[in-house]
């Protein structure tokens, strides 16, 4: 056991150390820093935040029982903390940090989207407000309120239309009285006789910032835990990456998933929210979830995942969404995005920069599992983002290798000679690493991982659906380890049918359509595929909801590229159209299901999504 000190930094690094360290008596060297650096007056910010991180770590992954109260009893009021660094003139811009934001006693400050916005405004609406010294710097702002506030601020026209120098806050004061000035905004926008979607899409035209204060409050990331059914204790070595095989977590019979009632999912909606904005992020699932979609799966060490889906009106045109995120002992730690189509899904997973040395892949395998269990995918893709592309996190991190050591192979054929390159110079040069802009190269395209199906455990033959003779693709699964244990190489990679298929390839040959065919008017463009596919399905909408017209409008924009549609078998037709209905019932899961099963659809899909379509 090192020898404890009294200098920050030394304290602060022998914690970032034990808090990875499983040997006896390592609790408890814990508990002694802990009280050391309690003690201790931080001047520095840099060393506070250190200090909040570890605290962080140590309540998502505590190594003894007796520890987790003083960490808590810490974090409940590390506000003091930031509050005396600020009382003594220390840079604070610090807090401020993509990676930093959200430590209670700090201040933040954003242009959140409406639906954010409404949701926070009404969480805290004693901690939230317009920063306007921020907003009236800009001619574009001026603009904006000139379009937007006379819907609601009586002959406002009469000086925003034709005066120069307009007292904006002036006519905003005189109308809201004594009310919150955020609030009345946002209970005119609320009023507008338009749908939610189109008022959300009018206030976000104002870019309007706001600044709220979180003090001591849950929602700061400082404060955002709660007590797990069972807490687990680390008592020894994290699971590392190299102990985990994806294709035998997959292998494993699928997580119980336990279905909420509506108000524990609204809770969890609310829950999540929290999460995102004191990290300056927005998902358009977390901010859009569907409270009455959402499931619970616990997986054992203390994690515990929540996934959902969004509601009809939200919904994408073509493909299924699920987001998700995870609890470690009750500490968020990461977030989840599947998006999928037929058995493809493409997976974002992103792990809060604190725990990403704690049990990382582990994690990852089980929300897999969860996603393939809701999804039934077998073919899981990852966003070239997600490794690197536009991102230099991922490059610095090395994330392509994160996932390539699971099993993902690049879904190009000359990056996965690259990939095989890289990996023969890993093995010949002890401390090699990959150089960045190699690494950017990789990035240029998805990675994939397919799982054995019933299918494709069979020999390559041809199924017929529909009228329609589909070759199904023989299975390539991925193992996972080193080169010489998946014994990757040129000749045993074979293409997957996904590897080139986007639903930006599917939008960009319908655009073109319009383009050549409709004189660029998507009214007409829409007019015309519904009637044509109307008739090829012979439906008769008349009693469709409003949701379902929209997802008919939808599809009927693909479907119509499709020249022998008309001459489909009754089945494939009735299928289709059931599919079509599918996509906005309460669960967006069985249409997902649907657009699997149908062969021939999937094969059209498949080949129209696989059209490269360049704007000139």
Same mark, same amino acid.
Request: glycine share 6%.
């Given at each position: 056991?090192?020898?404890?000190? #009294? ?38 910010? #840099? ?77 805290? $609406? ?69 749908? $939610? ?24 990331? =400082? ?30 019979? &699928? ?61 994408? $045109? ?19 995005? &599947? ?70 192979? $690049? ?22 690493? =990959? ?10 395209? #998805? ?14 033959? &041809? ?134 099963? #149908? ?18």
């Amino acid at each position: 056991m090192p020898p404890l000190c #009294h200098d920050p930094n030394q304290l602060l690094a022998q914690l970032e150390t034990a808090k990875n360290r499983f040997e006896l008596g390592n609790p408890s060297l814990i508990a002694k820093l802990l009280t050391q650096l309690s003690k201790v007056v931080f001047c520095d910010a #840099h060393q506070l935040i250190r200090f909040h991180e570890c605290l962080l770590f140590l309540r998502a992954f505590p190594q003894a029982a007796f520890l987790t109260p003083r960490i808590e009893r810490l974090l409940n009021n590390f506000h003091r903390r930031v509050e005396k660094l600020r009382d003594l003139s220390a840079d604070m811009s610090v807090f401020d940090d993509f990676d930093t934001s959200g430590i209670a006693g700090t201040v933040m400050q954003d242009t959140l989207s409406f639906d954010v916005v409404q949701w926070l405004a009404r969480r805290i $609406p004693d901690n939230v407000e317009i920063p306007w010294d921020d907003y009236w710097d800009d001619y574009q702002a001026e603009r904006a309120c000139g379009a937007t506030w006379p819907r609601f601020i009586p002959l406002l026209e009469e000086d925003a239309d034709v005066e120069a120098n307009v007292l904006w806050q002036g006519w905003l004061d005189a109308a809201r009285g004594r009310q919150n000035p955020l609030s009345w905004l946002i209970r005119r926008f609320e009023e507008l006789p338009l749908a $939610p979607r189109r008022c959300a899409e009018l206030y976000d035209f104002l870019r309007l910032p706001v600044r709220w204060k979180l003090e001591n409050l849950k929602i700061s990331r =400082t404060r955002n835990f709660t007590r797990p059914r069972r807490f687990f204790f680390h008592t020894a070595p994290f699971i590392q990456r190299s102990e985990v095989s994806l294709s035998r977590e997959l292998a494993r019979p &699928a997580p119980k998933l336990e279905k909420l009632s509506l108000n524990a999912g609204q809770s969890v909606m609310d829950a999540i929210r929290e999460v995102m904005v004191v990290r300056y992020r927005e998902l358009y699932g977390t901010t859009l979830g569907d409270p009455n979609s959402v499931v619970r799966a616990d997986l054992g060490r203390g994690v515990v995942m929540y996934f959902w889906g969004l509601p009809p009106a939200r919904r994408l $045109p073509m493909r299924a969404y699920l987001a998700g995120y995870t609890l470690k002992n009750g500490v968020p730690i990461n977030y989840v995005e &599947a998006i999928g189509l037929c058995e493809w899904i493409e997976v974002g997973f992103n792990t809060f920069y604190t725990y990403r040395q704690g049990e990382t892949a582990w994690i990852y395998a089980q929300a897999l599992r969860c996603l393939c269990a809701l999804t039934e995918a077998r073919v899981i893709s990852i966003y070239p983002y997600q490794i690197g592309q536009n991102n230099e996190e991922a490059i610095d991190s090395g994330a392509f290798w994160f996932y390539r050591k699971l099993g993902f192979r $690049p879904g190009r054929g000359d990056l996965q000679v690259l990939c095989e390159r890289e990996e023969k110079r890993i093995s010949a040069k002890s401390g090699y690493r =990959t150089p960045p802009r190699t690494l950017k190269r990789l990035a240029e395209a #998805h990675m994939f991982y397919e799982l054995p199906s019933v299918e494709n455990r069979r020999p390559a033959a &041809a199924k017929r659906d529909s009228g329609v003779t589909v070759e199904e693709q023989p299975f390539q699964g991925r193992l996972t380890g080193t080169l010489k244990e998946t014994g990757f190489s040129p000749r045993n990679v074979t293409p997957g049918p996904w590897d080139t298929f986007s639903t930006r390839n599917l939008g960009l040959v319908v655009n073109r359509r319009m383009a050549e065919e409709f004189n660029g008017d998507s009214e007409k463009i829409r007019k015309h595929s519904v009637a044509a596919v109307t008739r090829a399905l012979k439906i008769n909408p008349a009693r469709w909801t409003t949701a379902q017209m929209q997802s008919l409008e939808n599809w009927s924009l693909v479907l119509a590229l499709i020249p022998d549609l008309n001459r489909w078998s009754p089945g494939g037709k009735h299928n289709l159209v059931e599919i079509i209905r599918a996509k906005s019932a309460p669960d967006e899961m069985p249409y997902l299901y649907q657009t699997r099963r #149908h062969a021939r659809l999937r094969h059209e899909l498949l080949k129209l999504g696989s059209i490269q379509v360049r704007s000139s």
